[in-house]
Protein backbone atom coordinates (compact mmCIF):
# COMPACT_ATOMS: atom_id res chain seq x y z
CA UNK A 1 0.00 0.00 0.00
CA UNK A 2 2.90 2.15 0.91
CA UNK A 3 4.48 1.85 -2.96
CA UNK A 4 1.08 2.31 -4.25
CA UNK A 5 0.69 5.50 -2.26
CA UNK A 6 4.05 7.05 -3.53
CA UNK A 7 3.71 6.09 -7.13
CA UNK A 8 0.32 8.23 -6.04
CA UNK A 9 1.84 10.95 -4.82
CA UNK A 10 4.71 11.20 -7.55
CA UNK A 11 1.61 10.83 -10.35
CA UNK A 12 0.41 13.72 -8.76
CA UNK A 13 3.54 15.80 -8.96
CA UNK A 14 4.60 14.96 -12.06
CA UNK A 15 0.45 15.89 -13.32
CA UNK A 16 0.77 19.21 -11.50
CA UNK A 17 4.61 19.89 -12.92
CA UNK A 18 2.59 19.77 -16.27
CA UNK A 19 -0.07 21.68 -16.02
CA UNK A 20 1.74 24.68 -14.32
CA UNK A 21 3.26 25.17 -18.04
CA UNK A 22 1.06 24.82 -20.99
CA UNK A 23 2.58 24.23 -24.51
CA UNK A 24 0.19 25.55 -27.47
CA UNK A 25 0.16 25.23 -31.28
CA UNK A 26 -0.08 28.55 -33.39
CA UNK A 27 -3.58 27.84 -33.99
CA UNK A 28 -4.46 27.56 -30.00
CA UNK A 29 -2.20 30.61 -29.48
CA UNK A 30 -3.75 32.44 -31.88
CA UNK A 31 -7.62 31.73 -32.13
CA UNK A 32 -8.27 34.80 -34.44
CA UNK A 33 -6.50 34.27 -36.95
CA UNK A 34 -8.64 33.70 -40.27
CA UNK A 35 -6.75 30.89 -41.48
CA UNK A 36 -9.43 31.05 -43.92
CA UNK A 37 -8.76 33.04 -47.34
CA UNK A 38 -5.42 34.05 -46.89
CA UNK A 39 -3.24 34.57 -49.78
CA UNK A 40 -0.37 31.75 -51.09
CA UNK A 41 2.34 34.83 -49.29
CA UNK A 42 0.53 34.85 -46.12
CA UNK A 43 0.36 31.22 -45.55
CA UNK A 44 3.85 30.75 -46.33
CA UNK A 45 4.35 33.90 -43.54
CA UNK A 46 2.79 32.34 -40.82
CA UNK A 47 4.26 28.85 -42.04
CA UNK A 48 7.59 30.11 -40.76
CA UNK A 49 6.22 30.88 -36.90
CA UNK A 50 4.01 27.41 -37.08
CA UNK A 51 6.56 24.70 -35.57
CA UNK A 52 7.22 26.59 -32.75
CA UNK A 53 5.54 25.64 -29.01
CA UNK A 54 4.08 28.63 -27.44
CA UNK A 55 4.39 28.25 -23.48
CA UNK A 56 1.90 29.96 -21.31
CA UNK A 57 1.90 29.82 -17.47
CA UNK A 58 4.65 28.71 -15.08
CA UNK A 59 8.35 28.04 -16.77
CA UNK A 60 11.24 26.80 -14.69
CA UNK A 61 14.14 27.65 -16.93
CA UNK A 62 16.85 25.09 -17.99
CA UNK A 63 18.86 25.06 -15.36
CA UNK A 64 16.11 24.99 -12.20
CA UNK A 65 17.46 27.84 -10.76
CA UNK A 66 14.65 30.38 -11.98
CA UNK A 67 10.87 30.55 -12.82
CA UNK A 68 8.59 32.32 -15.21
CA UNK A 69 5.39 33.32 -13.90
CA UNK A 70 3.85 34.29 -17.04
CA UNK A 71 0.20 33.89 -17.02
CA UNK A 72 -1.73 34.05 -20.28
CA UNK A 73 -0.59 38.00 -20.90
CA UNK A 74 3.00 36.71 -22.62
CA UNK A 75 4.21 33.47 -23.55
CA UNK A 76 7.85 31.69 -23.90
CA UNK A 77 9.98 30.01 -26.15
CA UNK A 78 12.44 27.17 -25.22
CA UNK A 79 15.90 27.41 -25.95
CA UNK A 80 15.62 25.20 -29.15
CA UNK A 81 13.15 27.76 -30.54
CA UNK A 82 14.45 30.39 -29.45
CA UNK A 83 17.58 29.95 -31.64
CA UNK A 84 15.30 29.32 -34.67
CA UNK A 85 13.81 33.06 -33.76
CA UNK A 86 17.12 34.64 -33.35
CA UNK A 87 18.66 33.13 -36.58
CA UNK A 88 16.50 31.96 -39.35
CA UNK A 89 13.55 34.32 -38.74
CA UNK A 90 15.10 37.69 -37.13
CA UNK A 91 18.80 37.11 -39.37
CA UNK A 92 21.64 36.95 -36.43
CA UNK A 93 24.57 34.88 -36.49
CA UNK A 94 24.40 31.30 -35.26
CA UNK A 95 25.60 31.21 -31.44
CA UNK A 96 24.72 29.21 -28.40
CA UNK A 97 21.70 28.20 -26.90
CA UNK A 98 20.33 30.71 -24.69
CA UNK A 99 17.11 30.45 -21.64
CA UNK A 100 14.67 30.89 -23.61
CA UNK A 101 12.61 33.77 -24.91
CA UNK A 102 9.69 35.90 -24.10
CA UNK A 103 6.66 37.61 -25.95
CA UNK A 104 3.70 39.77 -24.97
CA UNK A 105 0.88 37.16 -26.13
CA UNK A 106 -0.73 39.40 -29.02
CA UNK A 107 2.53 39.01 -30.95
CA UNK A 108 3.48 36.56 -33.33
CA UNK A 109 7.18 37.13 -33.90
CA UNK A 110 7.59 37.82 -37.37
CA UNK A 111 5.09 40.68 -36.63
CA UNK A 112 6.92 44.18 -37.98
CA UNK A 113 5.85 45.51 -34.28
CA UNK A 114 6.78 42.61 -32.49
CA UNK A 115 9.44 42.71 -29.90
CA UNK A 116 10.54 40.02 -27.44
CA UNK A 117 12.62 39.87 -23.98
CA UNK A 118 15.79 37.48 -24.55
CA UNK A 119 17.15 34.86 -21.31
CA UNK A 120 20.58 34.32 -20.23
CA UNK A 121 22.35 33.17 -17.26
CA UNK A 122 26.04 34.13 -16.49
CA UNK A 123 27.26 32.45 -13.56
CA UNK A 124 29.23 35.14 -12.55
CA UNK A 125 29.46 35.09 -8.77
CA UNK A 126 27.31 36.94 -6.21
CA UNK A 127 27.24 41.12 -7.49
CA UNK A 128 27.75 43.18 -4.52
CA UNK A 129 25.14 46.02 -5.10
CA UNK A 130 26.49 48.20 -2.00
CA UNK A 131 28.01 50.73 -4.56
CA UNK A 132 24.30 50.71 -6.76
CA UNK A 133 23.77 54.66 -5.28
CA UNK A 134 27.34 55.85 -6.44
CA UNK A 135 27.49 55.57 -10.25
CA UNK A 136 27.19 58.75 -12.17
CA UNK A 137 25.34 57.04 -14.94
CA UNK A 138 25.89 59.68 -17.84
CA UNK A 139 29.95 59.37 -17.11
CA UNK A 140 29.36 55.68 -17.47
CA UNK A 141 27.14 56.20 -20.76
CA UNK A 142 30.24 58.36 -22.56
CA UNK A 143 32.26 55.37 -21.54
CA UNK A 144 30.20 52.52 -22.88
CA UNK A 145 29.81 54.91 -25.92
CA UNK A 146 33.41 54.93 -26.65
CA UNK A 147 33.35 50.95 -26.34
CA UNK A 148 30.39 50.83 -28.99
CA UNK A 149 32.41 52.72 -31.32
CA UNK A 150 35.99 50.60 -30.86
CA UNK A 151 33.76 47.14 -31.45
CA UNK A 152 32.27 48.60 -34.86
CA UNK A 153 35.72 47.08 -36.44
CA UNK A 154 35.28 43.68 -35.65
CA UNK A 155 30.99 44.46 -37.05
CA UNK A 156 32.23 45.64 -40.00
CA UNK A 157 34.98 42.26 -40.69
CA UNK A 158 32.25 39.72 -39.88
CA UNK A 159 30.21 41.54 -42.04
CA UNK A 160 27.44 43.40 -40.25
CA UNK A 161 26.92 47.26 -40.44
CA UNK A 162 28.14 49.31 -37.52
CA UNK A 163 26.33 50.39 -34.25
CA UNK A 164 26.28 53.64 -32.05
CA UNK A 165 24.97 54.16 -28.63
CA UNK A 166 22.75 57.17 -28.66
CA UNK A 167 21.90 57.28 -25.33
CA UNK A 168 19.79 56.19 -22.83
CA UNK A 169 16.07 55.17 -23.34
CA UNK A 170 15.56 54.58 -19.71
CA UNK A 171 18.08 55.20 -17.27
CA UNK A 172 19.42 53.25 -14.87
CA UNK A 173 17.59 52.14 -11.82
CA UNK A 174 17.90 49.78 -9.04
CA UNK A 175 15.37 47.61 -6.62
CA UNK A 176 17.23 46.87 -3.73
CA UNK A 177 14.36 44.85 -2.16
CA UNK A 178 13.78 42.43 -5.25
CA UNK A 179 17.42 43.01 -6.46
CA UNK A 180 16.70 43.88 -9.71
CA UNK A 181 18.31 46.38 -12.03
CA UNK A 182 16.97 47.78 -15.58
CA UNK A 183 17.81 50.34 -17.93
CA UNK A 184 17.42 51.12 -21.85
CA UNK A 185 19.84 51.85 -24.70
CA UNK A 186 18.90 53.30 -27.71
CA UNK A 187 20.91 51.99 -30.56
CA UNK A 188 21.43 53.27 -34.35
CA UNK A 189 22.19 50.74 -36.72
CA UNK A 190 24.06 51.54 -39.85
CA UNK A 191 21.70 51.83 -43.00
CA UNK A 192 18.95 51.26 -40.79
CA UNK A 193 16.64 54.39 -40.94
CA UNK A 194 14.56 53.09 -36.94
CA UNK A 195 16.48 53.23 -34.06
CA UNK A 196 16.62 49.76 -32.40
CA UNK A 197 15.95 49.72 -27.99
CA UNK A 198 17.57 47.59 -26.03
CA UNK A 199 15.67 47.38 -22.32
CA UNK A 200 17.64 45.31 -19.69
CA UNK A 201 16.65 43.75 -16.69
CA UNK A 202 19.39 42.16 -14.30
CA UNK A 203 18.07 39.54 -11.45
CA UNK A 204 21.13 39.13 -9.04
CA UNK A 205 20.91 35.55 -7.16
CA UNK A 206 23.01 33.92 -4.91
CA UNK A 207 26.03 33.11 -7.15
CA UNK A 208 25.05 34.65 -10.66
CA UNK A 209 22.92 36.61 -12.47
CA UNK A 210 19.56 36.30 -15.03
CA UNK A 211 20.28 38.56 -18.16
CA UNK A 212 17.05 39.41 -19.37
CA UNK A 213 17.23 41.36 -22.43
CA UNK A 214 13.93 43.47 -24.46
CA UNK A 215 14.66 43.65 -28.11
CA UNK A 216 12.79 46.07 -29.77
CA UNK A 217 12.69 49.18 -32.19
CA UNK A 218 13.25 52.50 -30.28
CA UNK A 219 8.73 53.24 -31.70
CA UNK A 220 7.54 50.59 -29.39
CA UNK A 221 9.66 52.29 -25.92
CA UNK A 222 6.50 52.74 -24.99
CA UNK A 223 4.59 49.88 -25.10
CA UNK A 224 7.77 48.29 -23.41
CA UNK A 225 8.28 50.80 -20.93
CA UNK A 226 4.41 49.90 -20.34
CA UNK A 227 5.24 46.36 -19.90
CA UNK A 228 8.48 46.35 -17.77
CA UNK A 229 7.29 46.25 -14.71
CA UNK A 230 5.08 42.71 -15.70
CA UNK A 231 9.01 41.77 -17.22
CA UNK A 232 10.47 42.61 -14.14
CA UNK A 233 8.19 41.21 -11.57
CA UNK A 234 7.68 38.00 -13.67
CA UNK A 235 10.95 36.36 -13.21
CA UNK A 236 12.31 34.71 -9.75
CA UNK A 237 15.15 32.79 -8.01
CA UNK A 238 14.01 29.34 -7.07
CA UNK A 239 15.25 29.20 -3.17
CA UNK A 240 18.78 28.20 -2.53
CA UNK A 241 19.50 30.24 -5.34
CA UNK A 242 18.60 33.58 -4.48
CA UNK A 243 20.25 36.66 -3.55
CA UNK A 244 19.43 36.15 0.47
CA UNK A 245 20.54 32.62 0.16
CA UNK A 246 24.47 34.20 -0.38
CA UNK A 247 26.67 32.14 1.76
CA UNK A 248 30.39 33.95 2.24
CA UNK A 249 32.00 30.83 3.10
CA UNK A 250 31.29 28.96 0.03
CA UNK A 251 30.02 30.98 -2.82
CA UNK A 252 32.18 33.36 -5.12
CA UNK A 253 32.13 36.99 -5.06
CA UNK A 254 32.16 38.29 -8.91
CA UNK A 255 34.71 40.90 -9.56
CA UNK A 256 31.91 43.51 -11.21
CA UNK A 257 29.52 45.56 -9.06
CA UNK A 258 26.07 47.41 -10.60
CA UNK A 259 28.32 49.60 -12.75
CA UNK A 260 29.69 46.60 -14.40
CA UNK A 261 26.78 45.12 -15.26
CA UNK A 262 25.38 47.99 -16.90
CA UNK A 263 28.31 48.84 -18.96
CA UNK A 264 28.04 45.60 -20.63
CA UNK A 265 30.89 43.01 -19.46
CA UNK A 266 28.55 40.11 -18.93
CA UNK A 267 25.87 41.48 -21.75
CA UNK A 268 28.97 41.54 -24.86
CA UNK A 269 28.71 37.56 -24.55
CA UNK A 270 25.24 37.07 -23.23
CA UNK A 271 23.23 40.34 -24.55
CA UNK A 272 21.91 40.39 -28.19
CA UNK A 273 21.67 43.46 -30.19
CA UNK A 274 19.55 41.68 -32.57
CA UNK A 275 16.35 42.92 -34.14
CA UNK A 276 18.39 45.50 -36.73
CA UNK A 277 20.26 42.75 -38.24
CA UNK A 278 17.77 41.18 -39.75
CA UNK A 279 17.34 44.30 -42.13
CA UNK A 280 21.36 44.22 -42.62
CA UNK A 281 21.44 40.17 -43.11
CA UNK A 282 18.55 38.78 -44.64
CA UNK A 283 17.48 40.52 -46.46
CA UNK A 284 14.00 40.56 -45.46
CA UNK A 285 13.02 44.55 -46.05
CA UNK A 286 10.86 44.61 -48.36
CA UNK A 287 9.18 40.96 -47.51
CA UNK A 288 8.67 42.52 -43.78
CA UNK A 289 7.68 46.24 -46.17
CA UNK A 290 4.82 43.79 -47.57
CA UNK A 291 3.44 42.43 -44.63
CA UNK A 292 3.51 45.84 -41.93
CA UNK A 293 -0.21 46.08 -42.23
CA UNK A 294 -0.79 42.20 -42.44
CA UNK A 295 -1.85 41.84 -38.89
CA UNK A 296 -4.85 43.40 -39.99
CA UNK A 297 -5.67 41.64 -42.55
CA UNK A 298 -5.16 37.99 -40.80
CA UNK A 299 -6.57 38.91 -37.49
CA UNK A 300 -10.19 39.68 -36.58
CA UNK A 301 -9.43 41.39 -33.31
CA UNK A 302 -11.97 41.96 -30.59
CA UNK A 303 -12.67 45.72 -30.30
CA UNK A 304 -11.70 46.55 -26.67
Given at each position: ?63 S ?19 Y ?64 L ?10 Y ?11 P ?21 D ?21 G ?13 D ?24 A ?49
Amino acid sequence: MGYLKRISALCGILFLSCSMAQAKSLEEMFPLIEFDGLTQEQQDWLALQKGLDYQTGTITLPGSQAVLELGDAYYYFSPEDTKYVLEELWGNPPRDLSLGMVFPAEDLPLEWDAWGMLLNYDPIGFVSDEDAASYNYDELLSDMQKDTLAANKEREELGYGTVDLVGWAEPPHYDAESKKLYWARELSFDGVEDHTVNYDIRALGRKGVLVMSVIGSMDQIDSIKAAAPDLIAMTHFTVGQRYVDFDPSLDTVAAIGIGGLIAGKVAAKAGFLAVALVFLKKGWVLLFIGFAALKNKIFKRKSS
